[in-house]
Structure formats: C-alpha cells, structure tokens
C-alpha cells in the first residue's frame, strides 16, 4: 500500500468516510486518536499498512509449514496422495475426527470450479462420498495449496504426539531441543488465530506482540529451512512499518486547531452600544466578541447580533444603542463560555465539549482561547463546539 507524500484533507471527506467505515469499526481507532479524526486516520492507515506487512511473512510460513507437515505424514508411512487416500484418511480419523470433513470440504470447493453446475450436481453434490474423489481433475497439489492453516495446525496437535516423535527434528532440522511438537504447535496456533484477524481486517495496532509474533514466523521457517528464514528477514517490511508510528507531527494544517479558532475582539466595557461594536467587528474582521462579566467570559457571535436584530425589528424596537450586555444577556442561553489555554489540543477540546459523566448543562459550549488560559487574559479566538465535533466525534 503505497503512502501519499501529500497531506489528506478530511475536512470535506470525512462524513463521508464515517459513513462508510461505520463507526463500530472505527471505534478503537478514534479512541486511540483521542477523537481528533484526522489522527485517528493516521492509525486506521498504520493499522492497513501493518497487516500488510505481516502478509509475506505469513504467506512464507503457511506454505513452508504445509510442506513440512505433508513430508512429516511420507516419513511415518503415508502416501504421496494421502489427500485421496481412503485408508490413510480413515486411520487419522481414529485419532483425531475432523481431517476427513476438512479434506472433502477442500475437495468440493475445487470441483466446483472445474465442474459444470451439471456435472457438480451429479457427480458431487447428488452423491454420498466417505472420500470424495479427483474426478481425474485434481491432484495432491491441488489439494495442499487449498488446505487452511487451520487445518497444518490441527496435524500437528496432540493426538498426533507418537507420529511426530519420530519425524520432528527431520522435518525440522534446525529446531532446538527445546522446541517438542507441543511448543511448535502452541506457536502456529497463535499465528493463526492472528492471520485470521489480519484476514478480516480487525485491528491489530493495540496489540504488544506484534514483534513476537513477527519473530515467532521467522523461527518457525527457520526450523525447516535457514535459507528461506534469512530470504524472509531481508525482504520484510514489518520491522520498518513497525518503527513508523503515527504523530500529530504529521497532520495537515487543515487539521489543527489554528485553522478551526473564529476571530475575536475584546469588549473592553459590556455598556458600550451595540454600534460601536459593529465596526469593530468588520475591522477586526471578527465573527466573535468576548467580554469580561463578574469575574468570567461571556460572548455573543455576530449570528447572535442578526437573530436579535432580525427578532426587534419584527416588533419595531431594533436599536443599536442597546448595550452588549444586553445583547450577550438575550443569548447567554445559548453560549457556557470557558476559558482554554491558547495551545489546547483538538482532543482536549473534544474531551471538554463531549465529557462523560458530566449533565449536559454543566458542559461548555464555547471555548475562549486567551494568552494565559485565564477570563483576564487577552482573548485570542474561539473554539466552537460544532467545528470540534466535525473533527472529533461521530457524525
């Protein structure tokens, strides 16, 4: 998966990838990005780009471990085309039940796609086979390459213990003495309950043996053969995904709290007329007055001014001598004013606006940034709760 050197803008997209994704699935993704949505993408794309690391790793131990296993079952007595083999099969199903079902389900899934519907039907489907067999269009290769991983694993499980003490360091020649069948298997099982993660593209960027895992592959290849453990070393990418975490440092402008604050202007006196902040406003080029009321911060928005404006006029009594007092007490309803320090986080500001267990009247709704995170300090813009949601919490 290739990485763009351009930034992404979610601005415009993320709706849209909310939507799509859905935000069960996002879910430990936008916790792990403190619900700053673009970060949360940065470990979404990590998350990809691991999984895909781990997939020529993963890839180099199936096949070498279904090769080991079928040498395994030649060494102790079985048939090249065991797979076919009606009595072999029959004598696995006295130790161990489910290789028979496993086979033919693997048999069935290959005829289907060498059949016509006819044939499949008549041939396959309409009759009742202990064994199905190759119909003289398949082979033992055929067979092994269709097998699961699930499937390598159960034949190396605990029934089988007698059959693998006398072809385990053969199979494996560079296995330890401590690595018995019991540890070998413990191992690739845990390798494939993860493949079938990384398979269904479940998150594995929370998880702290991503690196024991890794090398867990590694030594199972290298028991069968060094070569093939040294080919995989050199050409993995995992370690170098791996080191390459996400960072904010990363994130577009865009993104960042400088480009979501709203202008502000200080109101020095809150019985100064409304006409004189008009102007200064349009000066400022501002879309936001703050000012200091009994010790805390209140603020009204010049869509607060135009509602008040728009409702006097219906009743004839619009005036812009009216102080901003007044117009701040008509929308103070509307607005819990906070004061915030000027280098708050986009999570930061998600956790005061969307706090758990906090009554939703007790939570702001507008956040002032000042020069030392104080009501008495120099106003230096505006955090709305909506411009934080649209970057931090579910749509």
Known sequence: MAESQHAFDYGSAEVGIRR???????????????FEFPYTMQWYLWNARLAKAFQFPLHALEVTLRNAVHEHIVLTGGPEDWPFDTTWISAQEAVGSGIREALNRS?????????????????????????????GKLNRHDVLANMSLEFWVRLLDYPYERAWQLSLRRVFPNADLSDTRRHLCNIVRRIKDFRNRVAHHEPIFHRTDLQELHADMIKVIGMRCGLTKSWVQHHSTFHAIHSDRPSRDGLSALDSVPSIVRAVVRVADPAARLKELLPELAAAEASWAVVEVDGGLSAVGSDDILKWLATGSQLGIADLEQTIAKVIANAASAHRVEPVSPDITLSEAGAKFFARNVPSKKKPTLLVLTSDGTPAGQPLGVLLKNDVRIRTRPA
């Open 20 to 34: 799509a994704l859905t935000e069960p699935r996002l879910g430990k993704y936008l916790k792990q990005g403190g």
């Open 107 to 135: 048999k069935r899934q290959l005829l289907k796609r060498k059949m016509t519907d006819r044939e499949y039907t008549a041939s396959v489907e309409e009759v009742s086979h202990l064994d199905v067999p190759a119909f």
